[in-house]
């Protein structure tokens, strides 16, 4: 197929490499523009640009295709796409790009729609303690995340995995459904399937308002806190009148332990009281000082039993 790209971050990596591996002609790649960062605000390009450019793609970088995008969408039609293929672009496609492909413009997202529809599925996922979760590639609509599915696949969420460690296996799993997906849109044998409004949840984009930890919560709704919310923005507390964040932690206990809600209870591997059992902090990174396993940052600062954390 002659597949136009759009895509931005690190999750839209496999899939776009996947296409020029599985033999796809990659005519263009649009991706969002680039944007300062780091301490010296320096102007850095999206990762699905660097990729693009290694393999001599054209990329255009529009800051809309919806408000003043005339000049881009003329430069789609040109290209004459049999697909225009998207994996978290993040921008918002006008009905004049949906309709100019032969197979339509399909989208790789992360969740088995129609559940976390929006810009944070993988990381809802984890919040809200699901089971399992997946990748759906759909056919777009004008809608958010609402047109018709065209494959899924699913797959279990670990324990104490991370909504980042999580990311990074569905974008890789997403690459393999989008090359399926092709396959059978060129060969006839997917069919799209409309979706059940009535089992769609949203998942929105994450804030920082969900980084606290309240120690009065549950000690399973504290642990896919801070594993939902790894790598960004994360958990956090204070220790000390610091701030602390936790990147990963353990469920010690499931039952009360009799301690006020965040002391802690074991200063040998930083197991702190919940209401109804005892969280273990295994990474964490302190103010002013960088990440790290909890047994390094014990090592390096003298913790007692009985400290109240938050």
């Given at each position: 197929m002659n597949i136009v790209f759009?895509?931005?971050?690190?999750?839209?990596?496999?899939?776009?490499?996947?296409?020029?591996e599985s033999g796809h002609r990659v005519s263009a790649v649009f991706t969002q523009?680039?944007?300062?960062?780091g301490r010296g605000y320096k102007l850095t390009p999206p990762p699905v640009k660097v990729l693009a450019q290694e393999y001599g793609t054209p990329v255009y970088q529009p800051q809309s295709l919806k408000k003043n995008g005339e000049e881009y969408i003329d430069i789609i039609r040109k290209l004459s796409p049999d697909c225009i293929v998207v994996a978290a672009y993040g921008k918002i496609l006008p009905k004049a790009v949906l309709d100019i492909p032969k197979y339509g413009c399909v989208n790789v997202h992360g969740s088995l729609l129609p559940k976390y529809r929006g810009a944070g599925p993988i990381q809802w996922a984890v919040l809200n303690d699901e089971a399992e979760t997946g990748i759906t590639t759909m056919l777009m609509g004008e809608g958010l995340d609402t047109g018709d599915m065209l494959m899924k696949r699913a797959t279990s969420?670990?324990?104490?995995?991370?909504?980042?460690?999580l990311f990074d296996r569905l974008a890789d799993m997403g690459a393999q459904l989008l090359t399926e997906t092709l396959d059978g849109l060129e060969n006839g044998t997917v069919a799209p399937e409309k979706?059940?409004?009535?089992?769609?949840?949203?998942?929105?984009?994450l804030t920082k308002e969900l980084c606290p930890i309240d120690f009065n919560k549950p000690v399973r709704k504290i642990h896919k806190q801070i594993c939902g919310l790894s790598d960004w923005p994360c958990a956090v507390t204070t220790l000390e009148g610091k701030r602390l964040k936790v990147y990963r932690s353990e469920i010690a206990s499931d039952k009360p332990c009799g301690k006020p809600v965040g002391t802690v209870v074991d200063s040998?591997?930083?197991s702190v009281a919940c209401s109804d059992g005892v969280i273990r902090f295994t990474q964490v990174q302190a103010e002013g000082s960088k990440r790290m396993n909890t047994a390094d940052f014990l090592r390096g600062r003298h913790l007692e039993n009985g400290t109240v954390l938050g």
């Open positions: 759009m895509g931005t971050p690190d999750f839209a990596v496999p899939t776009l490499k996947k296409l020029y523009p680039d944007k300062p960062k969420i670990g324990e104490n995995e991370t909504a980042a460690e979706q059940d409004e009535s089992l769609a949840t949203y998942a929105p984009m040998n591997d930083f």
